[in-house]
């Protein structure tokens, strides 16, 4: 009984330790920008699950409310690849084509939040797709890759 006991609490500290060591929230590193961005990632993945149910539709309107909120947040800073871009022109460019993004970025979360206050759930999984379909370019074009 006592090996069971002792067994078992190892088991639990191994995992609560992983699960510390491993969550996004505890990385010191993270920009301003990056920390915005994992909440907004994180808020897609919860509202897969939400949309698929009726009685959590309040749920998804409260997440994308909040992934709204960090867009604009994320919108007024600047990525970190941009200090790795020489020029004023070109540093003006890039800051130009991140604004651009992330106002497309933005307006989608808006159709998203219609779409769910419409109870058009079809519609609100459409914006869905579109916006992790762009996810991977966008991060491409305006992200340093670690």
């Given at each position: 009984?006592?090996?069971?006991?002792?067994?078992?609490?190892?088991?639990?500290?191994v995992v609560c330790?992983?699960?510390?060591?491993?969550?996004?929230a505890?990385?010191?590193?993270?920009?301003?920008?990056?920390?915005?961005?994992?909440?907004?990632?994180?808020?897609?993945?919860?509202?897969?699950?939400?949309?698929?149910?009726?009685?959590?539709?309040?749920?998804?309107?409260?997440?994308?409310?909040?992934?709204?909120e960090?867009?604009?947040?994320?919108k007024?800073?600047?990525?970190?690849?941009?200090?790795?871009i020489?020029?004023?022109?070109?540093?003006?460019?890039?800051?130009?084509?991140?604004?651009?993004?992330?106002?497309?970025?933005?307006?989608?979360?808006?159709?998203?939040?219609v779409?769910?206050?419409?109870?058009?759930?079809?519609?609100?999984?459409?914006?869905?797709?579109?916006?992790?379909?762009?996810?991977?370019?966008?991060?491409?074009?305006?992200?340093?890759?670690?």
């Open positions: 009984m006592r090996r069971l006991i002792l067994t078992a609490l190892a088991t639990a500290l330790t992983t699960a510390f060591v491993t969550s996004p505890q990385d010191k590193d993270d920009t301003e920008l990056t920390k915005h961005m994992k909440v907004i990632n994180t808020s897609m993945r919860k509202l897969r699950a939400a949309l698929k149910n009726p009685e959590r539709h309040a749920e998804a309107l409260e997440l994308v409310l909040s992934m709204q960090h867009a604009l947040a994320s007024k800073l600047e990525p970190e690849l941009m200090a790795t020489k020029g004023e022109d070109e540093k003006k460019k890039f800051l130009i084509d991140y604004r651009k993004s992330m106002h497309e970025f933005i307006n989608h979360m808006f159709t998203y939040e779409a769910i206050l419409e109870g058009d759930i079809d519609a609100a999984k459409a914006v869905h797709k579109k916006l992790l379909k762009g996810k991977s370019p966008a991060h491409k074009k305006f992200k340093i890759e670690k």
